[in-house]
């Protein structure tokens, strides 16, 4: 018998309405049958909503089949008695973090698994220093998890499953909120775990190259295994992918692309494996300087912002003249957002001290598509409830359209209708009975009369493209996507200026991704609206965005255009981020001697760039 032997796994709930009366029978799962051995690397794939994270929690008797069955290490989900040691073998990492931290300091927290389960006191904190140590929380180890960005808290939920030393864990999305470095800090450190301790990895992701580490791959859709095989043939059949609302790996669209057009043949692609190897066949075939070896780009580490290290601003009177070289070095900085010489402390006073933002000066004007981009607990999060009001600096000033916002007088109210703030789980901002309910509830709350709020509401939900269906739905019955999009609509019926979201995409898989980016682009395009998007996915940050902010230890790095930033390999490599392969492709070619024209960030644009080389 393998591993996990799952046989026929049908499971089902029931749906009730308001009154608790059942409203409908909803097939979760059906007919599922699958096995996986003991030592292996499974992924996951599947779209919002397909059954993966139900599957998941039938793995470890989270949930127990309506029919079927399902063996883990010999042992029956049904059976109760057995579960607790079924939690023990199989350890699950949640997609949200809050679902699983219970104690009020991280290394209490990530005690507590090994605790329960009966380890002695000596190999608990052997336990806990390791799996710190493995996801790099170590210096937060006295720090209270609330406290803690959102990717931290993520962490910190992988650290507890670790101490538990399972044969089994099961990742649901749990990269979802991490930086690019931290991510595969992560998946190394599965990997790792699988290799040399023999632990069954089961991963859900919706990051389709954190899938060549499997060895087998599973795509669900609509409840059922679509499709079962290696990295090699489940890729190979890129109709299905769109079917299933997933996409193709980077390196995988660019091979298509070349070999489409001729550029490279298809022996060429077929041993290629990495992106430095494609772009060195590219340089070598098609560069007059050199090999390409090197990728050859600016590899400067110390990127300025773009008001420079020092306020800009000594008294209201000057903000409209006041301004220095960089990123919209013409604006009127009476115009928009501008955080002067911001620094904003943790637990102020206190020994856990920590200094958040470090003297930060920040200008956002009207119209743009701004993305904020760092590593996890650099602040991001933290940036961003400044530029409504949320939270207040303990030094420095944050005005909006030439006024500062910490007045005693300022309209505050006014400030947060102007701009509209989503938080890093937006579906936390849904409580009403209906759709309608919630999105009126910011208007209604503004004193805005209930015809225009409904109005507004109406005209809300159409811009971000939801059915006329959901009007009277209960928001929790919703897709991820879906609830993202009425959290969005909600603020949109304020009729803001500024749309600011905290990882909007994250959780969410490419299909809805797209969908929700191209209607933000639509807004900042055809209404006008300024979107800023903290993010931790590059190559959504090179297709959208037309400015980057890069954030590393509370400070502002770096500011300016997409392709500029990406430029600067060495502050992205500092930082464990890479730039999406098109970018890096196109500088190396120019400086190999190609004419190409690096400012170009989409892929579209990118792969108008490299039919040049016909």
Not at 44 to 51: A, D, E, T, V
Not at 378 to 392: A, D, M, P
Request: charged fraction near 25%.
């Amino acid at each position: 018998m393998s591993f996990i032997d799952i046989r026929n796994l049908v499971f089902e709930y029931f749906r009730r309405d308001e009154e608790g009366n059942v409203d409908e029978m909803v097939e979760a799962l059906s007919d599922i049958s699958l096995d996986v051995e003991q030592g292996e690397f499974v992924a996951i794939l599947g779209r919002n909503g397909s059954g993966k994270s139900t599957l998941a929690k039938q793995i470890n008797a989270l949930l127990t089949p309506s029919e079927g069955q399902v063996i883990v290490d010999g042992m029956d989900t049904e059976d109760e008695e057995l579960r607790l040691n079924i939690r023990r073998t199989a350890g699950m990492v949640f997609q949200n973090p809050d679902n699983q931290i219970v104690g009020s300091i991280v290394e209490e927290d990530v005690a507590f698994g090994p605790e329960n389960l009966g380890f002695s006191t000596e190999k608990i904190w052997n336990q806990v220093d390791g799996a710190l140590d493995a996801t790099d929380m170590d210096e937060y180890r006295s720090s209270p998890p609330g406290r803690l960005s959102g990717g931290q808290k993520q962490r910190v939920a992988i650290a507890g499953v670790l101490a538990m030393e399972p044969k089994c864990i099961i990742f649901d999305e749990s990269t979802s909120m991490l930086d690019p470095g931290s991510r595969l800090l992560m998946l190394d450190t599965a990997a790792k775990l699988n290799r040399d301790k023999k632990i069954t990895i089961i991963w859900i992701t919706h990051h389709m190259d954190e899938v060549y580490a499997a060895d087998k791959v599973f795509v669900m859709k609509e409840g059922h295994i679509e499709v079962q095989g290696t990295p090699g043939q489940i890729f190979a059949n890129e109709q299905l992918l769109t079917e299933c609302g997933l996409s193709m790996p980077q390196l995988l669209q660019y091979k298509r692309f070349l070999t489409g057009q001729g550029i490279i043949s298809d022996t060429e692609a077929a041993v290629i494996d990495s992106d430095e190897q494609l772009i060195n066949l590219l340089c070598n075939k098609y560069g007059l300087n050199g090999t390409g070896s090197d990728l050859n780009l600016d590899h400067s580490r110390d990127g300025r912002m773009s008001y420079g290290e020092k306020s800009i601003l000594n008294s209201q009177d000057n903000i409209e003249e006041e301004g220095s070289a960089g990123y919209g070095e013409n604006q009127n900085l009476a115009d928009g957002i501008l955080l002067n010489d911001v620094t904003y402390i943790y637990n102020k006073g206190y020994a856990n001290e920590r200094a958040a933002l470090k003297n930060i000066t920040l200008h956002i004007g009207k119209g743009d598509f701004v993305a904020i981009i760092g590593h996890t607990g650099s602040g991001k999060s933290t940036l961003i409830q400044h530029l409504n009001g949320l939270l207040v600096p303990d030094d420095g000033s944050v005005y909006y359209d030439g006024r500062d916002i910490t007045d005693k007088d300022y309209p505050i109210k006014e400030l947060r209708q102007r701009v509209g703030l989503v938080f890093q789980y937006p579906e936390y901002q849904l409580f009403a009975e209906t759709v309608e309910q919630d999105v009126c509830f910011g208007p209604i709350n503004m004193d805005i009369p209930k015809v225009e709020a409904s109005r507004r509401a109406y005209k809300a939900i159409e811009a971000v493209g939801l059915p006329d269906t959901v009007y009277d739905a209960s928001p929790l019955t919703l897709s991820g996507g879906q609830k993202r999009r009425v959290a969005i609509a909600g603020v949109l019926a304020m009729e803001p200026e500024f749309l600011v979201l905290d990882e909007p995409t994250a959780g969410l898989d490419p299909e809805a991704a797209g969908k929700l980016l191209d209607m933000l682009k639509s807004l900042q395009e055809t209404h006008g609206i300024t979107i800023v998007v903290v993010s931790h996915n590059m190559s959504e940050v090179a297709e959208y965005a037309e400015r980057v902010v890069v954030m590393d230890k509370g400070e502002i790095r770096m500011d300016d255009s997409t392709w500029k930033v990406f430029r600067n390999k060495g502050l992205m490599d500092e930082l464990g981020v890479d730039a999406p392969l098109g970018i890096n492709m196109l500088h190396a070619l120019k400086n190999a001697g190609v004419n190409v024209d690096i400012t170009k960030h989409t892929n579209m644009d990118i792969f108008g760039e490299l039919c040049k080389l016909l």
